[in-house]
């Protein structure tokens, strides 16, 4: 006699299903967690970037004076510190008149030795050749003697060898 065959999942299969059920969601979970790293790290990194530029701005505009400081915390961003950092170019050891601008903005870790748990301190440094501070301007030269046309003045009086 053959018995009738019954409707349903066998318990095997039922524990299988489960198993790949369990398996999915934890991957799932990590992937959301990787996402929500990346978003969090791609915002400070904007923040960063923006709050740079403004300070450089402020700079070049006069607004702020080109002197360097070092951490010097941000009223407008609670949580950020910037670093000025003013370099002369030198060639051959005689001054050019340029000066590398140099701006770096950074996260203030807490007590914990963080940023909000585990997220990575994040900096940002943007760089500008600038005209010396204390040198001479280009627009402060005057000829010594007028120009007789328009290469004389781009030339400034000098020959091609």
Same mark, same amino acid.
């Given at each position: 006699m053959k018995r009738p065959r019954r409707a349903g999942f066998s318990l095997l299969e039922v524990i299988l299903a489960t198993a790949i059920l369990?398996? #999915? @969601?934890?991957? *799932? !979970?990590e992937l959301a967690a990787v996402g929500r790293e990346h978003?969090? #790290? @791609?915002?400070? *990194? !904007?923040?960063?970037?923006?709050?740079?530029?403004?300070?450089?701005?402020?700079?070049?505009a006069g607004a702020a004076p080109a002197a360097g400081v070092q951490d010097q915390p941000l009223v407008e961003a609670p949580g950020w510190v910037y670093s000025v950092e003013i370099d002369p170019i030198e060639e051959s050891g005689q001054p050019q008149g340029v000066a590398s601008l140099r701006v770096t903005v950074r996260q203030v870790l807490d007590d914990a030795g963080t940023a909000g748990g585990s997220r990575r301190r994040r900096e940002f440094?943007?760089?500008?050749?600038?005209?010396?501070p204390g040198t001479a301007s280009a627009t402060d030269?005057?000829?010594t003697e007028p120009a007789e046309d328009a290469i004389d003045l781009l030339l400034d009086g000098r020959e091609f060898p």
């Amino acid at each position: 006699m053959k018995r009738p065959r019954r409707a349903g999942f066998s318990l095997l299969e039922v524990i299988l299903a489960t198993a790949i059920l369990l398996g #999915s @969601a934890v991957v *799932l !979970a990590e992937l959301a967690a990787v996402g929500r790293e990346h978003a969090t #790290s @791609a915002e400070d *990194l !904007a923040t960063a970037q923006l709050i740079c530029q403004s300070k450089l701005s402020e700079i070049l505009a006069g607004a702020a004076p080109a002197a360097g400081v070092q951490d010097q915390p941000l009223v407008e961003a609670p949580g950020w510190v910037y670093s000025v950092e003013i370099d002369p170019i030198e060639e051959s050891g005689q001054p050019q008149g340029v000066a590398s601008l140099r701006v770096t903005v950074r996260q203030v870790l807490d007590d914990a030795g963080t940023a909000g748990g585990s997220r990575r301190r994040r900096e940002f440094t943007l760089a500008r050749w600038i005209r010396h501070p204390g040198t001479a301007s280009a627009t402060d030269f005057e000829p010594t003697e007028p120009a007789e046309d328009a290469i004389d003045l781009l030339l400034d009086g000098r020959e091609f060898p």
